[in-house]
């Protein structure tokens, strides 16, 4: 059964970068789908963040204005995310997400907290 | 953008009883692109209806799907005490290559 873990720093202060990874295990990234990241904020409802087709392309959710970037590294079976200039306002559950063909997505991971403060 | 509104935002019943749940669209979404997902306190999501209709693999039958256009449904049937939980529409833009939510349903013990 496909399993995505989340990891990274679980605090982080304004204007710096946010940077998180997903690591997949029992299936290789490479071999299709594609893969997102979606955030939570407290008490809030889902917000989807960015996505990228298992050859490397990416899509982003305009909202965001360019802050987001999502990669992949194919050598580890993860990718990542980037949010940069972040405010309390990213404040957030963050999870990354296995996205079929038809834009369910069908396999999540746990979610990882990450609070902006300084 | 393609905006999905969810309604009611809370929906309070007892064990047993029907939930329906709405999720409309600011425009036109095509079936195959959308989905529905359960959330519990603390849980990711999950998923439970893709294609407006197909349910998940391992989602008891109770749980329904329907709807086309602007407008789709979520129907649980004889809800159970682990059916008590917040409820997600999902789009995805084949075009726009975006994915957007719904606020989301709170389905809670009346």
């Known amino acids: 059964q496909v399993q995505l873990q989340e990891s990274g720093p679980r605090l982080v202060k304004p204007s710096e970068t946010l940077s998180l990874t997903c690591a997949v295990s029992r299936y290789s990234i490479s071999s299709g789908y594609y893969w997102a990241w979606i955030r939570q904020p407290p008490g809030k409802g889902l917000e989807w963040i960015a996505s990228?087709?298992?050859?490397?392309?990416?899509y982003n959710n305009p909202s965001l204005k360019s802050r987001a970037t999502i990669s992949v590294d194919t050598s580890k079976n993860q990718f990542s995310l980037k949010l940069s200039s972040v405010t309390a306002a990213d404040t957030a559950v963050y999870y990354c997400?296995?996205?079929?063909?038809?834009?369910?997505?069908?396999?999540w991971g746990k979610g990882t907290a990450v609070t902006v403060s300084s | 953008e393609i905006v999905l509104t969810q309604s009611p935002g809370t929906l309070s019943l007892s064990p047993g009883e029907r939930a329906t749940l709405s999720c409309r669209a600011s425009q036109s979404v095509s079936s195959s692109y959308l989905a529905w997902y359960q959330q519990k306190p603390g849980q990711a999501p999950r998923l439970l209806i893709y294609?407006?209709?197909s349910r998940a693999t391992g989602i008891p039958d109770r749980f329904s799907g329907s709807g086309s256009g602007t407008d789709f449904t979520l129907t649980i049937n004889r809800l159970e005490p682990e059916d008590f939980a917040v409820y997600y529409c999902q789009q995805h833009g084949s075009s726009s290559l975006s994915w957007t939510f719904g606020q989301g349903t709170k389905v809670e013990i009346k």
């Open positions: 990228m087709y298992h050859s490397g392309a990416t």
């Open positions: 997400a296995r996205v079929a063909g038809s834009g369910y997505m069908d396999v």
């Open positions: 294609g407006a209709s």
